[in-house]
Antibody, heavy 123, light 110 residues
Framework: QVQLVESGGGAVQPGRSLRLSCAAS????????MHWVRQAPGKGLEWVAV????????YYGDSVKGRFTISRDNSKNTLYLQMNSLRVEDTAVYYC????????????????WGQGTLVTVSS | QSVLTQPPSASGTPGQRVTISCSGS????????VYWYQQLPGAAPKLLIY???QRPSGVPDRFSGSKSGTSASLAISGLRSEDEADYYC???????????FGGGTKLTVL
C-alpha cells in the first residue's frame, strides 16, 4: 500500500534552516510529481511547492519562493524540502502528498498524504 | 487571502443535502481540474473528489462534485454526523503559476 512518511520537523529559531524528508513506498515513486502542503495551527491548507516526477520542473508558493527548495531522489524514493531563512509564520504542519497524475507533469490532485511533521519557528 | 473563495461555514441536519461552493477565475477553475478534500479533526486531508466530479474508490456516492465556468460545488446528500469536517477545494492557477486551496468550509451537522 502507498505510504508517505515525513520526518525532520522540530523547533527552530527564526532565520535558521531545516530540511524535511518524505519517504515513499508502495508505488513507483519516479512516476509521480510530489507536493508539499502546509497547515498553520488552526488555519487552512496552503500549497508550498511541487516537483515533477523527473525533478526537472519545480514551482513554489509566493510565501516561500526564494527561501525553500523542493527536491527528490528517485533512487531513494525520497522527497525533500530545504527550508532556509525560516520565519515565525512558517510554523505549520508540513505534509507531503502524491500527485494523482501518473506520468504527467502534474494535475494538482493529491491522492495520498503523509501524516505530517510539525515545524515550529520561535525565538 | 485565498484566490479560491469558499464560504467559511455550512450546516445541515442529518439526512439533508448541503452544497459548498468554490469560486475562482478563468486562470484556475476555468481551465483546470477542481479537487475537493475532507479533513477530519486532527487528521490529514483526504481526497474526496478529483478531476471535477470523480470519486475515488471508497468515497460514498453521497458526495458529488460539479463545475461550471469559473465555479465549482461539492454536494453532500443524506448528511451524516461523521461528515462534520473541514472541506477544501483546490485548483492549479496557470497565470501565476501556483497551486491554490480555497479557505476551507467548516461543515457542522446539527
Amino acid at each position: 500500500q502507498v505510504q508517505l512518511v515525513e520526518s525532520g520537523g522540530g523547533a527552530v529559531q527564526p532565520g535558521r534552516s531545516l530540511r524535511l524528508s518524505c519517504a515513499a513506498s508502495g508505488f513507483t515513486f519516479s512516476n509521480y510529481a510530489m507536493h508539499w502542503v502546509r497547515q498553520a495551527p488552526g488555519k487552512g491548507l496552503e500549497w508550498v511547492a511541487v516537483v515533477s516526477y523527473s525533478g526537472n520542473s519545480k514551482y513554489y508558493g509566493d510565501s516561500v519562493k526564494g527561501r525553500f527548495t523542493i527536491s527528490r531522489d528517485n533512487s531513494k524514493n525520497t522527497l525533500y524540502l530545504q527550508m532556509n531563512s525560516l520565519r515565525v509564520e512558517d510554523t505549520a504542519v508540513y505534509y507531503c502528498a502524491r500527485d494523482e497524475g501518473a506520468g504527467r507533469l502534474w494535475l494538482f490532485g493529491f491522492d495520498y498524504w503523509g501524516q505530517g511533521t510539525l515545524v515550529t519557528v520561535s525565538s | 487571502q485565498s484566490v479560491l473563495t469558499q464560504p467559511p461555514s455550512a450546516s445541515g441536519t442529518p439526512g439533508q443535502r448541503v452544497t459548498i461552493s468554490c469560486s475562482g477565475s478563468s486562470s484556475n477553475i476555468g481551465i483546470n481540474y477542481v479537487y475537493w478534500y475532507q479533513q477530519l479533526p486532527g487528521a490529514a486531508p483526504k481526497l474526496l473528489i478529483y478531476r471535477n466530479n470523480q470519486r475515488p474508490s471508497g468515497v460514498p456516492d453521497r458526495f458529488s462534485g460539479s463545475k461550471s465556468g469559473t465555479s465549482a460545488s461539492l454536494a453532500i446528500s443524506g448528511l451524516r454526523s461523521e461528515d462534520e469536517a473541514d472541506y477544501y477545494c483546490a485548483a492549479w492557477d496557470d497565470s501565476l503559476p501556483v497551486g491554490m486551496f480555497g479557505g476551507g468550509t467548516k461543515l457542522t451537522v446539527l
